[in-house]
């Protein structure tokens, strides 16, 4: 039996930000209609929330952690259905989508570890008491979530806050609101989550405000762009309430001098044209030593050439479509900016609909528009350094911190030039994109508020440490 049909519930009260087509960016097809959620509807499902959490928090962890196990195996179960979901409603190739979905059951099932973790620790204290803290639920926890990885970016919030004996609001991108949020309540129904303590709030920016306002939400986790992120921190912020931020990022891609160039140019294509380039962690600067910095940008060109650019579900293809015209305009845009700037193409730079050519650009510079920003899309600029030193100042410049890639057949040297570089995840021997539902996640600087999801970082992000204190009978005046 499918989990969604073609006419998309929702749970509780119907929303009143009226109908929306669910569209396919390949097609521009109609493949559903859902109720968008106005901001009035935010404040009814933070009171149902919270009413649903109370008894949920006192639930037995082993319930808990049942629930998400189920979970897990739901997203494997209906794996067919969903992956269908992501390729047409994200334009993910089928590769992403099953990367996505075998991350999400994982999530589920760390998540469940999470609700038998040890709940707090027993203090000393100078007085005849019994003192400890002790974990407890933060209550309500509001999820903003994007749309370029959606399902991940939405469960990796949800599961552990569910587990831990939170309620969610989770609002996710409109254009992706079915794979990032209405997949993630169908299978947590299944799985037996009790009613009203996820609500599926999908809307735009005034929503997503509307969530990290309300007063019954307690803690906020947002992934998007760091223009957005210092909004929402912002606003978090004059409620008195704690926000995750994991933002935006211009990750560098190290190759040093005596890399294998082939090896380095195939993590290369990989980091920087992944799902058409729409991930956080994307190689955006190619910083390459200049003894090898011709060879690669012409192996790097050869094998973008070489990649098949079309509707994932369709057809067997490398690159999907951008998940809208407006990304397209403005990945676009930075191209043709570079190229007035001075930078080279070397190859794409072209579109036809949404599908945008795998692009390599040369000859950058500092203020290179599709170098020093993030462009989110799948371009990849390439500049050469002569020192390590140079190459340590390069990719330490600039705002964001997000995820550092270094390429070298000196594995310890590459570690050691990573603790160099600020950043909030590293790799060596490895590109940028890399996610794991047991690691810290996060950037630093414009990147975000640091590791905030996977492991014991979960904790920390979804629970509030109590201390607490116990005597046998009540002490006198103390003076």
């Keep these: 039996m499918p989990l969604l049909e073609p006419t998309l519930w929702q749970d509780g009260p119907t929303l009143t930000g009226g109908p929306a087509p669910v569209v396919e960016p390949a097609t521009g097809r109609t493949l559903a209609t859902l109720a ?15 009413a649903a959490q109370e008894s949920w928090a006192r639930t037995g962890h082993m319930e808990r952690a049942a629930v998400l196990r189920r979970a897990g195996d739901l997203f494997a179960a209906h794996a067919g259905e969903l992956r269908d979901w992501l390729v047409r409603e994200s334009g993910s190739i089928p590769g992403k989508a099953d990367f996505e979905l075998h991350v999400a059951a994982q999530e589920c099932y760390e998540a469940a570890a999470l609700a038998s973790r040890p709940a707090g620790q027993v203090l000393p204290s100078e007085e005849p008491r019994l003192s400890f803290t002790r974990r407890v639920p933060a209550g309500v926890v509001g999820v903003v979530a994007p749309f370029n990885a959606p399902l991940i ?9 569910l587990a831990l004996g939170n309620a969610v609001l989770l609002k996710p991108d409109r254009r992706t609101a079915v794979c990032g949020g209405l997949a993630l309540a169908a299978v947590l129904a299944a799985a037996g989550l009790p009613a009203g303590l996820l609500h599926v709030l999908p809307g735009g920016a005034e929503t997503g405000a509307a969530v990290v306002a309300d007063p019954l939400v307690r803690v906020v986790s947002f992934t998007g762009s760091t223009a957005a992120g210092r909004l929402v921190g912002e606003l978090a912020g004059r409620h008195l309430k704690r926000a995750h931020l994991e933002l935006g990022g211009n990750s560098a891609l190290v190759v040093l001098k005596d890399a294998d160039v082939e090896a380095a140019v195939a993590q290369a294509s990989w980091g920087s044209f992944f799902h058409q380039g729409q991930i956080c962690m994307t190689a955006g600067r190619h910083l390459v ?15 973008a050439e070489a990649l098949a650019v079309g509707d994932p579900y369709r057809e067997r293809v490398h690159l999907g479509p951008l998940i809208d015209r407006g990304q397209l305009e403005r990945v676009h845009a930075l191209v043709e900016a570079s190229t007035e700037q001075g930078a080279k193409l070397v190859v794409g730079g072209t579109y036809e609909e949404l599908f945008y050519r795998p692009t390599v650009l040369a000859g950058v510079a500092d203020d290179t528009p599709a170098y020093a920003e993030e462009v989110f899309g799948p371009v ?3 500049r050469p350094f002569t020192t390590e030193d140079e190459a340590v100042a390069l990719a330490s410049a600039g705002p964001y911190g997000l995820s550092l890639g270094i390429v070298t057949r000196d594995a ?17 021997n490895d590109q ?3 996610d794991e539902a047991v690691a810290p996640f996060g950037g630093v600087g414009a990147s975000g508020t640091g590791a905030r999801f996977g492991g014991e970082a979960n904790l920390d992000a979804f629970t509030e440490l109590r201390w607490t204190t116990l005597r046998p009978t009540p002490p006198g005046h103390p003076f």
């Design 36 to 50: 968008l959620a106005a901001p009035a509807d935010v404040a009814e499902a933070a009171v149902r929330a919270r």
């Design 153 to 161: 970016l939405s469960i990796r919030s949800v599961a552990p806050a």
């Design 289 to 303: 030593h200049a003894s090898l910095y011709d060879e690669y940008v012409e192996r790097l060109a050869a094998r």
């Design 380 to 382: 990849a600029p390439v």
């Design 412 to 428: 310890a040297r590459g570690l050691e030039l990573a603790g160099r570089i600020p950043t909030g995840i590293a790799h060596v």
């Design 432 to 434: 940028t994109v890399n």
